[in-house]
């Protein structure tokens, strides 16, 4: 019985993890402890994974530019943003993501998302792959 009851508190404070947003109808918030980030592969022209780009990430709207930690697994994989923007993004924010390594660079455009509650991410637009450019 302690056992099923801590296990009940327990559920409960990992689904209460975010505030209810002011809203009308005061509806009330459950995040959960899921992260979500819109990930992408950056490739070159023979469609091969390409790491080590310096990315900025700026939001077209407000003119902010995140700081977004990139990945260190997986060769060619970048972030283009994650959960813990929700409170600095707005529901179809167009993100902009440039990378730079030496000459070569990639831009990709985002349109992002945010639930209601704000507490995850989503891509409504924008690309899964980016081809390198080369000078």
Same mark, same amino acid.
């Given at each position: 019985? %302690?056992?099923?009851? =801590?296990?009940?508190?327990?559920?409960?404070?990992?689904? @209460?993890? !975010?505030?209810?947003?002011?809203?009308?109808?005061? *509806?009330? !918030?459950?995040?959960?402890?899921?992260?979500?980030?819109?990930?992408? &592969?950056?490739?070159? @022209?023979?469609?091969?994974?390409?790491? @080590? =780009?310096?990315?900025?990430?700026?939001?077209?709207?407000?003119?902010?530019?995140? $700081?977004?930690?990139?990945?260190? &697994?997986?060769?060619?994989?970048?972030?283009? %943003?994650?959960?813990?923007?929700? *409170? *600095?993004? @707005?529901?179809? $924010?167009?993100?902009?993501?440039?990378?730079? *390594?030496?000459?070569?660079?990639?831009?990709?455009?985002?349109?992002?998302?945010?639930?209601? !509650?704000?507490?995850?991410?989503?891509? %409504?637009?924008?690309?899964?792959?980016?081809?390198?450019?080369?000078?």
């Amino acid at each position: 019985m %302690i056992i099923t009851r =801590f296990a009940a508190v327990a559920g409960f404070l990992a689904l @209460s993890a !975010c505030d209810p947003l002011d809203s009308e109808d005061e *509806r009330p !918030c459950v995040c959960t402890d899921q992260f979500v980030s819109v990930l992408f &592969w950056a490739v070159d @022209s023979l469609q091969t994974p390409q790491d @080590s =780009f310096v990315v900025t990430v700026r939001n077209h709207r407000n003119g902010e530019t995140y $700081d977004v930690p990139q990945p260190t &697994w997986g060769v060619g994989v970048y972030r283009a %943003i994650d959960d813990s923007f929700t *409170r *600095r993004v @707005s529901n179809g $924010d167009p993100i902009q993501v440039t990378g730079e *390594r030496g000459a070569r660079s990639f831009d990709a455009q985002f349109l992002i998302g945010v639930d209601d !509650c704000q507490c995850h991410v989503h891509k %409504i637009s924008g690309p899964d792959t980016v081809v390198i450019e080369n000078p």
